[in-house]
Structures are given as structure tokens and as C-alpha cells.
């Protein structure tokens, strides 16, 4: 509905998990090596991780084109005809993390924006306006 501003029910949901603190995380084709490294030694975060951008993807390509995911920064949609995200971009719940929000980010953009949590973070502020960074260790 046109000025309705309640956020989608899985927003809600990934809110309600986050009980106040979220955890970024960028991953790039450079991480792959670390990533599958944690995933052999069994880290949950990891599993977390994989499974949620495994799901993304899966989803993007199925997804009809105009319904496929956006860029978080420009208009550029994820399909199984486009060329594959650069980076991506996810939050979890610090506390549990349980489930994620995975958002791609173009090669356009991924060049663009040297700092990409700050990109998140202006995205993430749309839903959540009073959200706030603190890096690890100082919280
Ligand atoms: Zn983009």
C-alpha cells in the first residue's frame, strides 16, 4: 500500500533475532579460501554465511527477472542471465547468528564505494534509522 512504512513480516522477523545488535559482513571472491576453511573446521558463523548467500543465489536465479534481487547500491538486478554479484553484504544477529540478510553488491558498485559497510549502513539505515557502528572489541 502507497506511504505505508511498516517493514515486510522477514524484516520484522530478522529484527526480532537481532535483539538490538547486528553483526556485517562483507565476503568477496577473496574470502573463499577462509570461508571454506571455517566451514572444515565447523563454524557456525561460517555455515550461516554460506547457507544464506547458497540461498540468494538459488533464489536469484529462479526468480523471475524483474523480481530477481537489486544491487544494495543501484538498480542493477541478479538473475541467472546477469553477471554474478561482486561482493555481498549480510547481517546477522550478533547475539545468534541463526539466519542472515544477504544483499549483493554489482561490480560497478563493489568499484565504486571503496568502504562497503558504509554503503550497507546507509541501506540498513533506511530500515532501521538509528542504527549505529561499532567495530569489534569496542562494544
Ligand atoms: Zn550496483
Redesign the pocket.
Known amino acids: 500500500m502507497p506511504g505505508d512504512t511498516t517493514p515486510p513480516r522477514a524484516i520484522r522477523e530478522f529484527h526480532k533475532q537481532c535483539r538490538g545488535a547486528i553483526e556485517a559482513v562483507i565476503v568477496t571472491r577473496h574470502d573463499a579460501p577462509a570461508l571454506t576453511a571455517a566451514l572444515m573446521l565447523g563454524d557456525p558463523k561460517a555455515d550461516v554465511v554460506v547457507g544464506a548467500i547458497e540461498t540468494w543465489l538459488g533464489g536469484a536465479a529462479t526468480k523471475k527477472h524483474d523480481h530477481s534481487p537489486l544491487?544494495?547500491?543501484?538498480d542493477?538486478r541478479f538473475h541467472r542471465d546477469s553477471p554474478p554479484p561482486t561482493a555481498f553484504v549480510l547481517a546477522i544477529p550478533f547475539a545468534s547468528p541463526s539466519c542472515a540478510m544477504v544483499s549483493g553488491?554489482?561490480g560497478?558498485?563493489a568499484e565504486r564505494e571503496a568502504d562497503l559497510l558504509a554503503m550497507a549502513m546507509r541501506f540498513w539505515r533506511q530500515i532501521w534509522p538509528t542504527m549505529y557502528r561499532t567495530d569489534a572489541g569496542q562494544g
Open positions: 544491487c544494495l547500491g543501484c542493477t553488491v554489482c560497478a558498485c
